[in-house]
């Protein structure tokens, strides 16, 4: 995202504001999220790492109630 507005690209000098949003660290994103369990706030920040976009733009704010609120992704096969 950032070449679309350096050097010669097409649209340098063209924003009329550049807004960089750095991610939150694990305790800042623990506390935006709600997450006062440290299991739940570890695994917030591994799968956002810390992005506060992703709570309304993509989870619509369906933030998770604790550790048993995720889905169990690493099953073996045999226990599907």
Do not use: K
């Given at each position: 995202?950032g070449r679309l507005l350096s050097g010669s690209a097409p649209l340098r000098?063209?924003?009329?504001?550049?807004?960089?949003?750095?991610?939150?660290?694990?305790?800042?994103?623990?506390?935006?999220?709600?997450?006062?369990?440290?299991?739940?706030?570890?695994?917030?920040?591994?799968?956002?790492?810390?992005?506060?976009?992703?709570?309304?733009?993509?989870?619509?704010?369906?933030?998770?109630?604790?550790?048993?609120?995720?889905?169990?992704?690493?099953?073996?096969?045999?226990?599907?």
């Amino acid at each position: 995202m950032g070449r679309l507005l350096s050097g010669s690209a097409p649209l340098r000098g063209r924003a009329a504001l550049e807004l960089v949003v750095p991610p939150l660290d694990h305790r800042l994103a623990a506390e935006f999220w709600g997450a006062a369990d440290p299991v739940t706030a570890v695994q917030l920040n591994a799968i956002v790492g810390g992005t506060p976009a992703y709570r309304r733009e993509f989870a619509r704010d369906d933030t998770p109630s604790g550790p048993d609120d995720f889905e169990d992704l690493y099953r073996s096969p045999a226990q599907v």
